[in-house]
């Protein structure tokens, strides 16, 4: 499957926890993005990287929430000390900066206790 | 930023009938438009989208158009099925040549009945 993958798929955890989702992009594309998406909404924009460039946060990105692309391939969303705020579906998308086309992985659904 | 509203939230057609979905948005500057149909438990994903350079756009039983003075777009489905059942959204992006963030509407349930 040539498609954006998300790791884990479901992630449950206590109040205060540290947890760390991965994406890995659809192999040529430069751009991958993380979005937030509750029940009965459409997805969040929280963050962006073209490369290992970070090159856009959202104000929803509070200080708690940390992402990184260290060689341009996969990423990784972190959230510290998580708050049952936090419970929602992170998708991760990937595009190429010439096509803008962004496709989205399955999603990581988080529960936090 | 960007505000994308999207209606209706439900909309319920018997199978062959056409559904018509319409967001609008906000910001002049917003020039790509694509639309996601997401099934339960899944991702998005993209069905089709159109350009400001561009009025409308077919594929197959999927039509997408714009009207830039309006700042609306829609999206038409005809011939519909049980399986065209799930949630579409809308979305807009900010960027001339170099797309960046997507701003989503809220959602459409399509429920198709046989």
């Known amino acids: 499957d040539t498609g954006v993958s998300q790791d884990p798929r479901h992630k449950i955890t206590k109040r205060g926890q540290n947890v760390t989702f991965r994406c890995d992009p659809i192999?040529?594309?430069?751009?991958l993005y993380w979005y937030r998406q509750t029940l009965g909404q459409g997805p969040e924009f929280l963050t962006y990287?073209?490369?290992?460039?970070?090159?856009?946060k959202s104000r929803l990105l509070s200080d708690r929430f940390s992402a990184e692309r260290p060689k341009g391939s996969f990423s990784t969303l972190e959230i510290q000390r998580t708050e049952q705020g936090d419970s929602a579906m992170y998708l991760c998308?990937?595009?190429?900066?010439?096509?803008?086309?962004?496709?989205f992985g399955p999603g990581t659904r988080l529960t936090v206790l | 930023g960007e505000n994308v509203e999207q209606h209706p939230s439900t909309l319920s057609v018997q199978e062959g009938d056409s559904a018509v979905i319409k967001c609008t948005y906000s910001d002049s500057a917003s020039n790509y438009f694509p639309w996601y149909k997401q099934e339960l438990g899944k991702g998005p994903q993209l069905i089709i989208d159109?350009?400001?350079?561009?009025g409308e756009k077919k594929d197959q039983r999927i039509a997408v158009t714009l009207n830039k003075t309006a700042k609306h777009f829609s999206l038409h489905i005809t011939e519909t099925q049980p399986e065209d059942s799930a949630v579409y959204f809308c979305?807009?992006?900010?960027?001339?040549?170099?797309?960046?963030?997507?701003?989503f509407g809220r959602g459409t349930q399509l429920t198709v009945w046989p």
């Open positions: 979305a807009a992006s900010i960027g001339g040549s170099t797309l960046g963030r997507l701003y």
């Open positions: 990287f073209q490369n290992e460039a970070q090159l856009e």
């Open positions: 998308a990937s595009s190429l900066d010439t096509s803008g086309e962004q496709f």
């Open positions: 159109i350009r400001s350079n561009v």
């Open positions: 192999s040529e594309h430069n751009r």
